[in-house]
């Protein structure tokens, strides 16, 4: 099946979008122009939650609603709407709490918590504070949680007395460089901890005035853990003039206007979930949604529905288990409010895009980033025609290319189509600006001016960038290269297929041979029928040098916690290798 293009026109927004001629803005882009659309603090000053609050105060945005907290439990609680004033107070005294402990500038704070109001105004008032801030995901375990708190070593956490209880209090008080844990509920039972404060008591008596830190533009201000998809996590350092970045983006491939209601269903504890759960659209003065439940594909459909979302962003996984409960849940909801579509964080099956077009009218608008990107770095515009697959093209500010690491340095491919690693030029502001504790590996994602990547593109004639693999996961097969993704999304075609993953296992005769896992929609059984089937597509499709020799059948692929199907896993499970670093497993996939 090929997949045609859905011209701009065919998916074009009701109003206009904030980037329409990406040609002429790509090539007069300048990020110090640029710098004019914040507000800035004096003297190249700036701060990330100046930019995202203090801003907007004395203007319209200040009387919007900032954020619309939707409490798990949805019958024990309504949801509570927090407005951008109130969240400029509640970060200011969260702020002034931190100072009353003697916790200055530059000290670190991390947040162990779920997505309650209390995250987002400890990680704004940590941000005015001149802290780094780090968020982590709530369902970790105590050893990742305990790792990460070793690399980073903050002088402050902020959590909750359930959390502490569950995942921290057997070791949390060997840890000598911690000095405060700040409990944001209010829970009566002691927490066995002498470092430990209630913030409710000192938010009463805080003042809800702040006056933000002036920060450089090159001060850290956010520590962000990679997911662990190809091992151990890394601890990725952004700094505060990364806002820029924060909000460009936002402003060009999320297509955010001030009326939006947009909601990014990614979890702080992951980077999509700060720089766009968080930061971009304060900036841009939208209100956001904050679902503190969990994926519920009903539930998911009825906030779309009744919060008349305008602006959705999430990932593959999630759609695709959408796409397993059928078009027909979805026709059972009011989806008219839904405008723009956007994905990350794995590549997104053409399969899934077309999916968009027919269930809800709209495509879904695929997006290239990473941790250490700090922000979106490739995406398909609502300017611009979609190829279903594509990632598409380089934000404006960003030059990317396709190149090899040669013995002298970097050699760039000429040819469109070719496949080489994705290289991007430094200088964006997102940019990460070390790994912690990890130099040697930092200095070595550079060559001269270009950042690599470690993920396999190549980019067409046209200018679009398609994603072939991460560096470590393509196969080589009797001299071809092969992309997992390319092999993936064919099974996606099927009917039968919930999801799939493709790995190489070392063959004699061929280097390596390809084998493919899928796990299947419900109600579908696993028969040999269904096994010869799924192959013989894959070889018409995709030939016999490219289509697996073989296919298992599992009931779920192992996924990191922020959804992205783990093919090391995979191969070290059929290898009998050392499974490596799980700490970002889900649970399900054990
Ligand atoms: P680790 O670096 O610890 O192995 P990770 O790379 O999965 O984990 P992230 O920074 O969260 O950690 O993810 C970035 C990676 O996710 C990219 O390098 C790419 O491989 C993949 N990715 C993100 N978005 C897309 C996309 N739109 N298409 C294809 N791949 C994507
Ligand atoms: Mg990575």
Redesign the pocket.
């Known amino acids: 099946m090929s997949y045609p293009i859905i011209s701009k026109r065919e998916h074009a927004s009701p109003a206009p979008p904030n980037l329409r001629d990406y040609d002429l803005v790509h090539s007069k882009f300048s990020w110090d122009q640029a710098r004019e659309k914040l507000a800035g603090m004096g003297e190249g000053k700036l701060n990330i939650a100046f930019e995202a609050l203090d801003r907007h105060r004395g203007t319209e945005i200040e009387n919007h609603v900032a954020l619309r907290f939707l409490p798990k439990d949805e019958n024990a609680a309504s949801p509570q709407d927090i407005s951008y004033r109130q969240l400029l107070a509640d970060s200011n005294r969260f702020a002034n709490v931190l100072a009353s402990l003697g916790v200055t500038r530059g000290d670190r704070v991390y947040c162990l918590s779920g997505r309650i109001p209390g995250l987002y105004i400890a990680a704004l008032g940590a941000l005015k504070h001149g802290c780094l801030f780090t968020p982590l995901f709530s369902a970790f375990g105590p050893e990742p949680i305990r790792s990460r708190m070793d690399i980073g070593q903050p002088s402050v956490l902020v959590t909750t007395s359930r959390l502490y209880r569950k995942k921290l209090a057997d070791w949390a008080h060997e840890l000598p460089y911690l000095d405060h844990v700040i409990l944001l509920d209010d829970d009566p039972a002691e927490t066995p901890d002498r470092r430990a404060v209630k913030l409710s008591a000192l938010m009463s008596s805080a003042s809800p005035d702040y006056s933000t830190q002036a920060m450089a533009p090159e001060e850290p201000a956010l520590l962000h853990f ?6 151990k ?2 601890g990725a350092i952004h700094v505060h003039q990364a806002v820029l970045a924060h909000y460009v983006t936002a402003e060009f491939a999320l297509d955010l206007q001030p009326r939006d209601i947009y909601w990014c269903t990614a979890d702080p504890g ?2 999509t979930g700060t720089s766009y759960g968080i930061i971009a659209p304060l900036t841009h003065g939208v209100t956001m949604i904050v679902d503190e439940a969990d994926f519920d594909a009903e539930r998911w459909y009825r906030t779309l529905q009744d919060q008349h979302v305008s602006v959705w962003y999430t990932a593959p996984t999630a759609i695709r288990m959408l796409m397993k409960y059928g078009k027909e849940m979805a026709d059972r909801f009011d989806l008219s409010g839904l405008r723009f579509l956007a ?6 099956n053409p399969e899934a895009v077309k999916w968009g077009m027919e269930t809800l009218g709209l495509p879904f608008h ?7 990107t700090g922000g979106i770095m490739i995406a398909n515009f609502s300017s611009m025609d979609i190829k279903p697959g594509s ?1 598409g093209k380089p934000l404006p500010g960003i030059e990317a290319a396709i190149a090899h690491r040669t013995a002298e340095g970097i050699e760039f491919l000429q040819n469109s189509d070719e496949t080489g690693e994705l290289v991007l030029k430094t200088g964006w502001p997102s940019m990460f600006r070390g790994y912690l504790n990890e130099d040697e590996r930092y200095h070595k994602c550079f060559i001269g001016d270009w950042y690599l ?3 396999l593109a190549r980019c067409d004639e046209d200018g679009y960038f398609w ?1 072939v693999g ?1 560096a470590d996961d393509v196969i080589k097969s009797s001299g071809h290269l092969i992309g997992p993704f390319e092999v993936e999304s064919v099974f996606m075609e099927h009917p039968a297929v919930a999801e799939a993953g493709v790995i190489g296992i070392p063959d004699e005769v061929s280097g390596e041979a390809v084998k493919a896992f899928v796990a299947l929609k419900p109600g579908i059984e696993a028969t040999e029928g269904l096994q010869k089937e799924l192959l013989g597509l894959a070889r018409k499709r995709l030939g016999p040098a490219v289509a697996p020799k073989t296919l298992e059948f599992r009931v779920a692929l192992p996924k ?1 916690r ?1 959804g ?1 199907i783990m093919r090391r896993l995979l191969k070290a499970r059929e290898l009998g290798l050392p499974e490596g670093d799980t700490s970002t497993l889900e649970e399900s996939g054990k």
Do not use: H, I
């Open positions: 990679t997911s662990g998809t190809t091992g996590p890394k992951w980077v994905s990350v964080g794995e590549p997104l695929d997006n290239w980033w990473q941790t250490e990632m990547t470690g993920d994603f991460r990191t922020s992205k």
